[in-house]
């Protein structure tokens, strides 16, 4: 299962963004879905996530509490709000199927797509 995010865009220190994830041909409201991030020279780290059944989230610390997760079955999506946007939120951000519980989340589907490039500066 691939799919697409997109919503990124440069952003002032404390600005706003929220990203979309999207999918054709698969509805992702049977999958738990996490949203990752990766800085060039860096590994891919895991954000945040969403159960299939909306009951299950979790964030990193350094995005708790400026983040929220969230799904749209109605509209087949699966949004990331991010707020309060730092410079070392600068990163290119993916959504993919993953296993996401309250402690961590990790990604299922490795298909990464071509991922949202945010970039946080003033």
Known sequence: VQLQASGGGLVE????L???????????STYAIGWFRQVPGKEREGISCIGSRDSTS???DSVKGRFTISRDN?????????NNLM??????????????????VGAQSRSWGQGTLV???S
């Open 119 to 121: 970039t946080v500066s």
């Open 87 to 104: 410079p070392e939120d600068t990163a290119r951000y993916y959504c993919t199927t993953a296993y996401c519980s309250s402690y961590g």
């Open 13 to 16: 220190p404390g600005g706003s």
């Open 18 to 28: 929220r990203l979309s994830c999207a999918a054709s041909g698969v509805s992702l």
């Open 58 to 60: 979790f964030y990193i």
């Open 74 to 82: 109605a509209k087949n999506m699966v949004y990331l709000q991010m």
